[in-house]
């Protein structure tokens, strides 16, 4: 089974946390499923970027982004090269490392 690591993360997470996780399984799912409470406004339909994340490793096992959701993504704060939606980007049989970035749009200081 693969296993993602979340890094720890001052409100979500402060220890961090491994755990396990089904082939197929988006990476939002496996977190809310272990009490990482990942922010999820749109709930899961590719149309907001609260949760975003960031794919230490093994973001190259994931099936790509789409369009759609490079295009939201681009509005994401902290964007990354290594940025997913984590209710789109779906786990394969590889170990993630998942780091929640501190603030969401929702939280951002405007600029
Ligand atoms: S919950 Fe809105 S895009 Fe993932």
């Known amino acids: 089974m693969p296993k993602i690591v979340f890094l720890p993360h001052s409100t979500l997470c402060p220890e961090g946390a491994v755990v396990e996780a089904t082939e197929g399984e988006s990476i939002l799912d496996v977190a809310l499923r272990n009490g990482i409470e990942i922010e999820h406004a749109c709930e899961m339909s590719c149309a907001c970027t609260t949760c975003h994340c ?48 501190k603030y969401s749009i929702n939280h951002a200081r405007e600029h």
């Not at 099936?63 to 394969?92: F, H, I, N, P």
């Open 54 to 101: 960031v794919v230490r490793e093994g973001f190259d096992s994931l099936e790509e982004s789409t369009e759609l959701e490079d295009d939201m993504l681009d509005k994401a704060w902290g964007l990354e090269a290594e940025s997913r939606l984590s209710c789109q980007a779906k786990v394969t049989d590889e170990d993630l490392v998942v780091e929640i970035p």
